[in-house]
């Protein structure tokens, strides 16, 4: 993981991260937010670029919500969030060896606070293969060992970074309904859920041990009809397909090119499309306003 220098950016790596896809995702983003608000975060490469966006004085916004059902994860980001000297240090006792992180792996973190769950997880997510967090059916970690030249295991200043950013984000672990009670017009909502498989031999959901069906992918609309209705300006993003595109056919949909590292056939990786979904409202506003950009196009 490189952030450019003083830049805000993910401290994870993380499959369908979304750094490739931030200038197309800024141009949707409102200049003033109330609560910002990411069900899905990840590696929330978003919600850090909007912090830069802050910084440089072309949004704002007052507090976040950053939800994730990986618990792995959330305890980490409260470690940097709460105590990241002590998380640091503890990131110190790790190096990049096999038989250490196969011992690492092996442990159940229960019982643990955050500083040393949070340090245990960024040592596998730095140098386990390809960054990928998946479980078995018991929710244990089963990524094997990576291979890499000297991987960097502590980002001290990245840490202090997204320390700084995230003392404004309520930080939640648990499935992203929860995060929209409340949400008002004044606020954004960013959802990056896992993918809907592009073909069935390409299926990776399994981020926890639920995964991610066809069931979540319909609630998931439902909550989009709800937020529509109430006038929550909201954005998703998901893989171009045919199939996404007919549940989300309601919506605006642009499409937009991404590239995507996450999968075995290192020939199958590369530019893929993916699209970005918008409600109505947002683009009959902004039909008015802005004339439309060559490559953006939308179906009706
Ligand atoms: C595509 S990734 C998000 C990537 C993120 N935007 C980034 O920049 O790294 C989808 C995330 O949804 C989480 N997830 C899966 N099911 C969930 C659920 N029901 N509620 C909340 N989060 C869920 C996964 O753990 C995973 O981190």
Redesign the pocket.
């Known amino acids: 993981m490189r952030n450019k220098a003083n830049q805000f950016g ?1 401290i994870v790596k ?6 490739q896809l931030l200038p197309a995702l800024l141009t949707h983003v409102p200049k003033r937010i109330s609560t910002y608000i ?9 919600f850090f670029g909007i912090c830069n966006r802050e910084r440089e004085k072309k949004c704002a916004f007052d507090r976040a919500i950053l ?4 618990e792995e ?1 959330i305890a980490c980001y409260r470690a940097v969030r709460d105590d990241v000297d002590a998380l640091i240090e503890a990131l110190s006792v790790y190096r990049y060896d096999r038989d250490l992180f196969y011992e690492v792996r092996a442990q159940s973190t229960q019982g643990w606070v955050d500083v040393a769950r949070g340090a245990r997880f960024l040592f596998l997510n730095r140098t386990c293969f390809n960054g990928l ?1 998946r479980v078995n059916s018991k929710g244990r970690f089963n990524v094997p060992f990576g291979r890499y030249t000297n991987p960097r295991i502590v980002d001290e200043a990245g840490l202090r970074r997204a320390s700084e950013v995230l003392t404004r984000v309520d930080l939640r672990c ?3 309904v929860g995060t929209l009670e409340g949400a008002t017009p004044n606020d954004f909502v960013y959802f ?4 809907i498989p592009v073909s069935k031999t390409s299926n990776f959901t399994a ?2 041990k ?1 995964g ?1 069906g066809e069931s ?1 992918q319909v609630r998931l609309l439902d909550a989009m009809r709800v937020l529509s209705k109430k006038k929550v300006p909201f954005m998703l993003s998901n893989a171009d397909t045919a199939d996404t595109r007919a549940l989300y056919r309601e919506f605006t949909i642009r499409s937009v090119e991404a590239s995507r590292a996450v999968n075995s056939d290192p020939t199958k990786r590369g530019p893929v499309r993916e699209v970005i979904v918008l409600p109505r409202a947002t683009l009959l506003r902004k039909r008015a306003s802005v004339k439309q950009q060559a490559f953006d196009w939308e179906r009706t």
């Open positions: 993910p993380w499959v369908g991260g979304k750094r990411e069900p899905f975060a990840g590696g929330a490469a978003l939800c994730d059902q990986n994860l967090w648990g499935d992203f990056d859920p896992p993918y981020y926890a639920e991610f979540d």
